[in-house]
């Protein structure tokens, strides 16, 4: 499963470590293609059956994964973060990637990592979980790509520091400020959960670890702080600006309420996944016209189809479902 999800991924080649089982050394017993029983064995005979699946999956060497969606990881932010002094050392730059990405990935929403200044044209959606080191040239990046159309997400304690590290005055994020139509005076970490609720009256959800003083400079609030003394405080912000929307999240909200934006946020750009409603554990991404299923989970699930595929691993038909068993993976050219 794991070398098709690679290969479903973008992988052209899978390299295995080893050939033989060495005899002797520290990797005597290291796994390898042949063990140390010889070839007349399950784990040869496995190999052997996936050198066969490769062979029939030929036609995806070489075509790319299409992304709409691009996450904005910075290494210089995160060394910079990672500094002594912060005010609280539970914000990570890499967890806070890892969050954000997870909704993505249980919708079947492709998502390429991108650096500050890559070429954004062609994704209708980027979100910056956290980029705490932010040149101009790199703000000015980010307010074009609104303003042109984009939709923007910015998550907490981005935009504080220039690239020397030194902290930009004024109310934070100060290179931000006008894109996001928010801005703060106050960072706030908890050592506990925050109740938050939606705007409009729905059901509020909890956040944690980090908080901050905003107030609204023409953006939306959409969710607000429901607790002490931020209470009524916004939490989460939504701005037009110029022919895009800038959305700015002000705190570290849980999972559940991290895939209700997402939600929100693909709406806004007009992008879906690539199928609905996928069971949790199950992976779904296109790779030229095949597009791979993949159950990650410990039990057998139905996944619908949008009309009639044929599997390219089995040579079976499928017509609006497929079973998946656990660590299962099909291979569909859907009709």
């Known amino acids: 499963m794991e070398s098709l999800q690679a290969l479903a991924r973008g992988a052209d080649g899978l390299c295995y470590f080893q050939w033989r089982a060495s005899r002797f050394g520290a990797e005597r017993f290291h796994a390898a293609m042949v063990p140390h029983a010889g070839p007349e064995t399950r784990l040869h005979a496995a190999v052997r059956a996936h050198g066969q699946e490769l062979r029939g999956l030929s036609r995806v060497a070489g075509t790319e994964v299409p992304a709409r969606v691009a996450m904005v990881f910075g290494w210089d932010s995160w060394w910079a973060l990672e500094d002594r002094g912060r005010p609280s050392d539970r914000l990570n730059a890499d967890e806070q990637l890892l969050n954000y990405y997870v909704p993505f990935f249980e919708r079947g929403v492709a998502v390429d ?10 994704y209708a959606l980027v979100v910056v979980p956290n980029l705490f080191l932010v040149s101009d040239e790199q703000a000015a990046w980010l307010d074009a790509y609104a303003r042109g159309g984009g939709v923007l997400v910015v998550g907490p304690f981005s935009g504080i520091v220039d690239p020397r590290s030194h902290v930009r005055t ?3 994020p100060a290179p ?4 996001l139509g928010v801005s703060g ?3 706030l970490p908890v050592g506990g959960p925050v109740r938050c609720r939606w705007s409009g009256g ?7 670890t980090w908080t901050e003083l905003l107030a609204a400079e023409g953006a939306e609030v959409v969710a607000e702080f429901a607790d002490g003394d931020l209470a009524g405080h916004p939490a989460i912000t939504r701005h037009r600006h110029g022919d895009g ?3 700015y999240v002000g705190t570290m909200p849980e999972q559940a309420a991290l895939g209700a934006l997402a939600e929100r946020v ?8 690539e199928l609905p409603d996928l069971p949790p554990g199950v992976e779904a991404v296109r790779r030229g016209e095949v597009l791979f299923v993949l159950n990650h989970g410990t039990r057998d699930v139905r996944v ?6 044929d599997d390219l691993l089995t040579g079976a038909p499928a017509e609006g479902a497929i079973t998946l068993a656990p660590r299962e993976v099909a291979a569909l050219i859907t009709t």
């Open 113 to 122: 990592v991108v650096p500050p200044g890559a070429d954004l044209d062609g």
């Open 170 to 172: 004024g109310r934070f």
């Open 176 to 179: 931000l400020r006008e894109v």
């Open 185 to 187: 005076e106050e960072w």
């Open 202 to 208: 729905e059901d509020g959800f909890a956040a944690g």
């Open 245 to 247: 929307l800038a959305w």
């Open 266 to 273: 693909l709406a806004d750009a007009g992008v879906a996944g």
């Open 304 to 309: 619908e189809l949008p009309g009639r595929a």
